[in-house]
């Protein structure tokens, strides 16, 4: 298959079999993890590879309570580190600025990218995956469990493992169409009659009170749940550490 029919047909996967995954298979995933692309080929990530089960169970329990997580056979937490570029700085007396939320956002799509690096190698392997965005709640436990000093952020973590037979075949969610998601040239804002019919497509809904119940029960189960407002406060709290310059 290729890597762009992998891509396309990739989806998340949260029930695993029992199979191991190999330590050539893990170090393939990471190599191609690491060469993934990076301004200034700066690297700034840490890459935690997650081996002890207590740990891993502590995790699932900070990350909203995911017990999934358990089954996995590797568990990967991508950090944001730019910690290691500021001492490097310091020791040979370069004279740094402070960090600033330019650093934080800037090792947050390169930790990103490479991250799903991994997700593209592991599936090339026939090994599932799934993103877990809860690892950015609980900012003081999280820090605490995985022994992060400030200016290391827990930006991405990743479970990986054989997909159980029931799941494999297991329909994917419809994604938006060509036509709505890209702009050509400048950006398209979409007004109410348009992301309705974006939603009702997406969502295969006819009426229109059906799609008013759909968007009021997502936003309640998402947008406004009691995990999305943890990560909202858990997000600050690591923004802090990095300065905002209003000059």
């Known amino acids: 298959m290729s890597t762009i029919e992998e891509l396309i047909k990739r989806k998340s996967i949260r029930s695993f079999s029992d199979k191991e995954i190999s330590e050539e298979d ?52 991508y950090c944001i580190d730019f910690k290691k570029w500021y001492d490097i700085f310091k020791y040979h007396n370069a004279e740094p600025r402070e960090m600033g939320q330019g650093d934080f956002v800037l090792s947050l ?61 297991g329909k994917k969610p419809k994604r938006e169409s060509l036509d709505t998601i890209v702009c050509e040239n400048t950006y398209k804002v979409l007004n109410e009659e348009d992301l309705n019919k974006l939603f009702k497509d997406k969502q295969n809904i006819e009426e229109d009170e059906k799609l008013d119940e759909w968007v009021n029960a997502f936003c309640k189960r998402k947008y406004n749940s009691d995990f999305s407002k943890e990560m909202q406060r858990s997000v600050s709290e690591y923004l802090k550490e990095y300065k905002m310059y209003n000059d």
């Open 26 to 77: 893990k170090k393939q995933i990471l190599l191609a993890s690491i060469n993934a692309p990076s301004a200034g080929n700066q690297e700034p990530y840490r890459i935690i590879d997650v081996t002890d089960k207590e740990i891993v169970k502590e995790l699932s329990v900070l990350c909203d309570n995911q017990p999934f997580m358990n089954q996995a056979k590797m568990v990967l937490v």
């Open 109 to 169: 799509i390169d930790t990103t990218i490479a991250a799903q690096n991994a997700v593209t190698a592991a599936e090339s392997l026939g090994i599932g995956s799934c993103y877990i965005g809860d690892i950015l709640e609980n900012k003081e436990k999280m820090c605490e469990l995985l022994k992060l000093p400030e200016h290391v952020c827990p930006a991405v973590c990743i479970v990986f493992g054989y997909p159980n037979e029931a799941v494999i075949n």
